[in-house]
T-cell receptor, first 113, second 114 residues
Framework: NAGVTQTPKFQVLKTGQSMTLQCAQD?????MSWYRQDPGMGLRLIHY???????DQGEVPNGYNVSRSTTEDFPLRLLSAAPSQTSVYFC????????????FGPGTRLLVL | SQQGEEDPQALSIQEGENATMNCSYK?????LQWYRQNSGRGLVHLIL?????REKHSGRLRVTLDTSKKSSSLLITASRAADTASYFC??????????????FGKGTLLTVNP
């Protein structure tokens, strides 16, 4: 199993551009989440999904959209990139009914100029 | 808002020594987890302790939980250079929370010198 994969690994955007961060998992996990990590900070939850077709907002959802059309994929869309969205983005998945340990992808480092 | 807060923010020790990191949280929990993050990598789950447990061991890791003080500690015994990483505690928010909505602390950066 590849686990949780994220693409791209690194991206540079200009202010106002849009892009999609890809996340996929091959463990058939029901739950998927997106976090952002800023220097000296822990991870903050952006959006999450409890299953295909179901998404909800986390702590810092503004400026981001998500969708979950399949169990495997959970893309994160930046609608109009801003310098404040410069961060490292992590996708995670977990199994319904588990005690909650999440499996994390390697991250996408995003720089918005 | 940050639920968990780790202490200290940074810790530097010699190989073979023990490392202790602390985590405090604000609300009730179902369980508390510890994760490790190597530089430039994703987080890796280390250990989970449930709210009705007081201590748990896994290899060189020992976790304690004091729900009355809303605090937890992670002890790494006989540390190795490979243990150099950032360590985060994460909580699930208790009865109103869920295991897919974790709240992370800011982490402790552990450096183990050879």
């Amino acid at each position: 199993n590849a686990g949780v994969t994220q693409t791209p690994k690194f991206q540079v955007l200009k202010t106002g551009q849009s892009m999609t961060l890809q996340c996929a998992q091959d463990m058939n996990h029901e739950y998927m989440s997106w976090y952002r990590q800023d220097p000296g900070m822990g991870l903050r939850l952006i959006h999450y999904s409890v299953g295909a077709g179901i998404t909800d907002q986390g702590e810092v959802p503004n400026g981001y959209n998500v969708s979950r059309s399949t169990t495997e994929d959970f893309p994160l869309r930046l609608l109009s990139a801003a310098p404040s969205q410069t961060s490292v983005y992590f996708c995670a998945s977990s199994r319904r009914g588990s005690q909650g340990n999440q499996y994390f992808g390697p991250g996408t480092r995003l720089l918005v100029l | 808002s940050q639920q968990g807060e780790e202490d200290p923010q940074a810790l530097s020790i010699q190989e073979g020594e023990n490392a202790t990191m602390n985590c405090s949280y604000k609300t009730s929990i179902n369980n508390l987890q510890w994760y490790r993050q190597n530089s430039g990598r994703g987080l890796v789950h280390l250990i989970l302790i449930r709210s009705n447990e007081r201590e748990k061991h896994s290899g060189r890791l020992r976790v304690t939980l004091d729900t009355s003080k809303k605090s937890s500690s992670l002890l790494i015994t006989a540390s190795r250079a490979a243990d150099t990483a950032s360590y985060f505690c994460a909580t699930d928010g208790g009865s109103g929370g869920s295991n897919y909505k974790l709240t992370f602390g800011k982490g402790t950066l552990l450096t183990v010198n050879p």
